[in-house]
Each structure stands twice: as structure tokens, then as C-alpha cells.
């Protein structure tokens, strides 16, 4: 079976920060990710170090979802369906497909 390709373009900015592609997300932008769960370090409830998350060109989980070809019709990444049936792995920093 083909992954399909995401139809999504890549950014050169973020779109909460305007950080260009590799660079660190600016404290309080609601796109970066907490690196310890994997979910918005903007709301992370818990009381640890985040990490320092990047702009990678892409919106949080789209290329896990093409990875793990959690995808909609033609190339949308199904971002709801990857937080239901995967699970962070915070060394990889990736989505998993729990075993």
C-alpha cells in the first residue's frame, strides 16, 4: 500500500511565531509542542522542562500522520485520529504506534 502524500504545503514561517524553518519556537507561541508529551507546550499542565521545540516547516504531527499513514481522502493528515490511536515517544520525538 502507497502512503498518500500530504496535500498540505510546507511554511518557511511558523504561523503563531514567525520563526523561519530550524529555529526555536518563541516562548508562547501555541505551536510548539511540549517534548516530553508530544502535545501543546503552551497548555502542558505539568510541572516539567518542555524541551525546546523547532520549526520543522510543518504543523505539529503531519508527517507522523503520513508516516503512519493516518491520513484523510487525498493527502490530509488526520492529526484528531493520530492523538487517539498513537502515543508519544519522547526520545524518538515522534509518534508511535504503541505495541
Known amino acids: 500500500m502507497t502512503t498518500p502524500v500530504s496535500v498540505v ?3 518557511d514561517r511558523c504561523p ?5 524553518i530550524d529555529e526555536e519556537h518563541v516562548d508562547g ?9 508530544g502535545l501543546q507546550q503552551l497548555s502542558c499542565p ?5 524541551g525546546i ?17 493516518l491520513m484523510i ?6 492529526v484528531r485520529r493520530l492523538y ?5 515517544d519522547p526520545a524518538s ?3 508511535v504506534v504503541p505495541t
Open 9 to 11: 504545503p510546507q511554511q
Open 16 to 20: 503563531d511565531c514567525a520563526v523561519s
Open 29 to 37: 507561541c501555541d505551536v510548539a509542542r511540549c517534548l516530553v508529551t
Open 46 to 50: 505539568h510541572d516539567h522542562d518542555c
Open 53 to 69: 521545540d523547532v520549526w520543522t516547516g510543518r504543523w505539529p504531527g503531519d508527517a507522523d500522520c503520513e508516516r503512519l499513514d
Open 73 to 78: 481522502g487525498l493527502g490530509l493528515p488526520d
Open 84 to 88: 487517539l490511536e498513537a502515543a508519544w
Open 93 to 95: 520525538r515522534q509518534w
